[in-house]
């Protein structure tokens, strides 16, 4: 079973430009997840799809940050314009659970790190 | 809110050495727990899980226990090898929120020398 698919791997881009990740989910899974890790801590969620509506974006940095997850699979995450705090890993996760139904495990990508100077 | 509270790190042992991380949390509801790992170059994989109180995850050799009285979920391995070096994070799951919205710990590195 391939896993979840990201890309790029590694960014480095000057503040104030602009950013996109994207993410290929497990096949067939339900929720979609994207992860904001700042080196030293762990990892903390920034936007949760079911399908391609959205969860939950409570933490997501809506003046600067967007997310999209057209069709329900693939999905794609903008950062306009970046910031130096901006600088992370970003994490993709897939899960095949549905709301009200019961979390399993999430299966995570590599990831991709950014570095913006 | 919900939060995880782990050890920190870096932990550093010999091989065959007894490992444990502590992990405690602090959540409403009935929260489930998690051990990730993440291997140097490698995303976060699922070590170990329990969804209520006493039960006991594990897998590779490593175990923890859902202690709800103590709100603890420590991480065990009674011989680790050079292998086991990694970074671990606890993390746990609130049903009464996001579905499937995992809180992470900080992540505690493990060095493992022969």
């Known amino acids: 079973e391939a896993g979840v698919a990201q890309s790029p791997r590694y960014k480095i881009i000057e503040k104030r430009q602009s950013v996109a990740f994207w993410c290929n989910p497990i096949s067939g899974h339900a929720t979609l997840y994207w992860y904001q890790q700042i080196l030293g801590q762990g990892p903390k969620l920034l936007i949760q799809?079911?399908?391609?509506?959205?969860?939950?974006d409570s933490q997501l940095p809506k003046d600067r940050f967007s997310a999209e997850r057209l069709k329900g699979v693939d999905s794609t995450l903008k950062i306009q314009p970046a910031k130096l705090e901006d600088s992370a890993v970003y994490l993709c996760?897939?899960?095949?659970?549905?709301?009200?139904?019961?979390?399993?495990?999430?299966?995570f990508g590599q990831g991709t790190r950014l570095t913006v100077v | 809110g919900d939060s995880v509270t782990q050890m920190e790190g870096p932990v550093t042992l010999s091989e065959e050495a007894f490992l444990t991380i502590n992990c405690t949390y602090t959540a409403t509801g009935y929260p489930s727990l998690f051990w990730y790992v993440q291997y140097p170059g490698e995303g976060l994989q699922l070590l170990l899980k329990a969804t209520k109180a006493d039960d006991k995850g594990s897998n590779k050799g490593f175990e923890a226990t859902y202690r709800k009285e103590t709100t603890s979920f420590h991480l065990e391995k009674g011989s680790v090898q050079v292998s086991d070096s990694a970074v671990y994070f606890c993390a746990l799951t609130n049903y009464g929120g996001s579905q499937g919205n995992l809180i992470f710990g900080k992540g505690t590195k493990l060095s493992v020398k022969p």
């Open positions: 996760a897939s899960s095949p659970g549905s709301l009200g139904g019961t979390f399993s495990e999430a299966f």
């Open positions: 799809f079911q399908n391609n509506g959205v969860v939950d």
